[in-house]
């Protein structure tokens, strides 16, 4: 039976590593000792490790520090990580050792071995010209390139979730153009309330997602900030003198991406406050994505015991025992995808104020939790947008039915028969079944044209005076 695995090496001595794994000593160290989850690194933490050591390989290279054919092979290698190419050798568990070194090496590794054969040489081969830890981790420390991973992760997948959160408010506009004209009974505290338009609500929805993208590209921007080049401390030791400038100017270059340097390697070693602030933004705006959620659930109620003022698409059978019953499923989903995202928003909370003098050791929670919280995001609100909120319609019979019951019209009367006597009406108008206009007619408070001009609900959600 032919041999599975080969013997590579490390500080600690040998391990047996798969034969066919470009990964090396250290990550089957990792995989061993971290059988946590089961799960593996998002495509966008391995993605950036590989853009920086691609980076570092060139800026190295062009200052004289590594040779230029071990540099051509590491850039070749990294590019095929960058591709999704080698994928399935990324395999370190998101809970792992603090800070991420376990993930900064098997990124070495894996480079490394591609890079190796790439120059002729075998997985097995006792003596290979590029070393993880020399090489592929040259002027570099997990301390530096795992908060910067995580910056560039984010901003990879940024433009993604901007561009949905656009759709959703655009969706929400349409909506709130196509339902103008619909008049309804306005409610606060979940009673009855002056007059609005479902247009002016959905126009409010639409309002304030986009206020919320605009926080989250404040926040994402500030991840533009990059402190590579401080190694293991933030004093740059091991790191020529204009590594850190060369680095910033080469990733902006292969990212595509506006980059710009921290102006403190130390705090950016220390802090892990951009990435809270980030995360920070996605979790306000699944606060606001919650309570949408929730008011489309409550005013598609029913159909026939609820409000039932707008009909969600009908996308699938609502029960496995009741025949006919459609549930508002989409939104559910959203509602249960804020909730997880909110939740990985604590967990980047508290990991962000876990960092100890010059190192936050639990970057590789915080990596994994920002991905999955733009995964999960970009995901529901996508098909949130386009299964439920562009066939979103009005149900103008019942709006308009629920308004003509709404004792609390009289408000429109206040400046001319006043609060008190306005209470009174609409107490009485409650209690008796009658209109308001029946019963301020009855109590000789104004005239009929009088109140059939204060009364013009269309109006009412216009604001100011009535009749004035």
């Given at each position: 039976?032919?041999?599975?695995?080969?013997?590579?090496?490390?500080?600690?001595?040998?391990?047996?590593?798969?034969?066919?794994?470009?990964?090396?000593?250290?990550?089957?160290?990792?995989?061993?000792?971290?059988?946590?989850?089961?799960?593996?690194?998002?495509?966008?933490?391995?993605?950036?490790?590989?853009?920086?050591?691609?980076?570092?390989?060139?800026?190295?290279?062009?200052?004289?520090?590594?040779?230029?054919?071990?540099?051509?092979?590491?850039?070749?290698?990294?590019?095929?990580?960058?591709?999704?190419?080698?994928?399935?050798?990324?395999?370190?568990?998101?809970?792992?050792?603090?800070?991420?070194?376990?993930?900064?090496?098997?990124?070495?590794?894996?480079?490394?071995?591609?890079?190796?054969?790439?120059?002729?040489?075998?997985?097995?081969?006792?003596?290979?010209?590029?070393?993880?830890?020399?090489?592929?981790?040259?002027?570099?420390?997990?301390?530096?390139?795992?908060?910067?991973?995580?910056?560039?992760?984010?901003?990879?997948?940024?433009?993604?979730?901007?561009?949905?959160?656009?759709?959703?408010?655009?969706?929400?506009?349409?909506?709130?153009?196509?339902?103008?004209?619909?008049?309804?009974?306005?409610?606060?505290?979940?009673?009855?309330?002056?007059?609005?338009?479902?247009?002016?609500?959905?126009?409010?929805?639409?309002?304030?997602?986009?206020?919320?993208?605009?926080?989250?590209?404040?926040?994402?921007?500030?991840?533009?900030?990059?402190?590579?080049?401080?190694?293991?401390?933030?004093?740059?030791?091991?790191?020529?003198?204009?590594?850190?400038?060369?680095?910033?100017?080469?990733?902006?270059?292969?990212?595509?991406?506006?980059?710009?340097?921290?102006?403190?390697?130390?705090?950016?070693?220390?802090s892990m406050a951009d990435p809270a602030d980030f995360s920070a933004s996605m979790r306000t705006l699944c606060i606001t994505l919650t309570r949408i959620a929730n008011d489309f659930r409550l005013l598609s109620s029913g159909p026939a015991t609820g409000l039932d003022e707008i009909r969600l698409p009908a996308v699938q059978p609502g029960s496995s025992i009741m025949p006919g019953k459609v549930n508002p499923v989409l939104a559910e989903m959203l509602n249960m995808a804020s909730f997880h995202v909110q939740g990985c928003d604590h967990t980047v909370a508290l990991s962000a104020q876990a960092g100890q003098v010059e190192l936050n050791v639990m970057m590789p929670i915080i990596a994994h939790n920002l991905?999955?919280?733009?995964?999960?995001?970009?995901?529901?609100?996508?098909?949130?947008?386009?299964?439920?909120?562009?066939?979103?319609?009005?149900?103008?019979?019942?709006?308009?039915?629920?308004?003509?019951?709404?004792?609390?019209?009289?408000?429109?009367?206040?400046?001319?028969?006043?609060?008190?006597?306005?209470?009174?009406?609409?107490?009485?108008?409650?209690?008796?079944?009658?209109?308001?206009?029946?019963?301020?007619?009855?109590?000789?408070?104004?005239?009929?044209?009088?109140?059939?001009?204060?009364?013009?609900?269309?109006?009412?959600?216009?604001?100011?005076?009535?009749?004035?």
């Open positions: 039976m032919a041999q599975d695995y080969r013997i590579e090496k490390d500080s600690l001595g040998e391990m047996q590593v798969p034969s066919d794994a470009l990964y090396g000593a250290q990550t089957q160290r990792a995989v061993l000792n971290f059988p946590v989850s089961g799960m593996q690194p998002y495509p966008a933490f391995v993605w950036a490790m590989a853009t920086i050591k691609r980076a570092a390989a060139e800026v190295n290279a062009d200052l004289g520090l590594l040779d230029k054919k071990l540099a051509d092979a590491i850039v070749q290698a990294a590019q095929e990580v960058i591709e999704g190419k080698l994928q399935n050798h990324f395999v370190v568990d998101p809970f792992q050792a603090g800070a991420g070194t376990s993930h900064n090496m098997n990124n070495n590794e894996v480079i490394a071995n591609r890079a190796n054969q790439i120059l002729g040489f075998g997985l097995a081969d006792a003596e290979k010209p590029v070393n993880p830890n020399d090489h592929v981790n040259m002027a570099q420390s997990t301390n530096d390139t795992i908060p910067t991973a995580i910056r560039l992760g984010c901003l990879w997948r940024l433009d993604e979730l901007l561009g949905v959160i656009d759709g959703l408010v655009n969706a929400l506009e349409t909506k709130a153009q196509e339902f103008d004209h619909v008049v309804k009974s306005g409610r606060t505290h979940l009673q009855d309330a002056v007059p609005v338009r479902l247009g002016q609500e959905f126009g409010a929805y639409a309002r304030a997602v986009a206020y919320d993208r605009e926080r989250i590209a404040v926040a994402g921007d500030r991840l533009r900030r990059l402190g590579i080049g401080g190694t293991a401390t933030g004093s740059g030791l091991n790191a020529h003198p204009d590594y850190h400038a060369g680095m910033v100017k080469q990733l902006s270059k292969l990212t595509g991406q506006e980059l710009r340097s921290s102006g403190n390697l130390f705090e950016s070693m220390q991905f999955e919280m733009m995964h999960v995001l970009i995901g529901s609100i996508k098909a949130f947008t386009e299964k439920c909120v562009v066939g979103v319609t009005a149900n103008e019979e019942k709006a308009h039915g629920w308004l003509a019951k709404n004792a609390i019209l009289v408000t429109a009367l206040n400046p001319a028969i006043g609060y008190l006597n306005g209470a009174a009406v609409a107490k009485e108008a409650m209690a008796s079944g009658k209109t308001i206009k029946e019963v301020v007619l009855e109590k000789g408070l104004l005239t009929a044209e009088k109140v059939d001009e204060l009364l013009n609900v269309r109006s009412m959600t216009d604001g100011g005076i009535q009749g004035e």
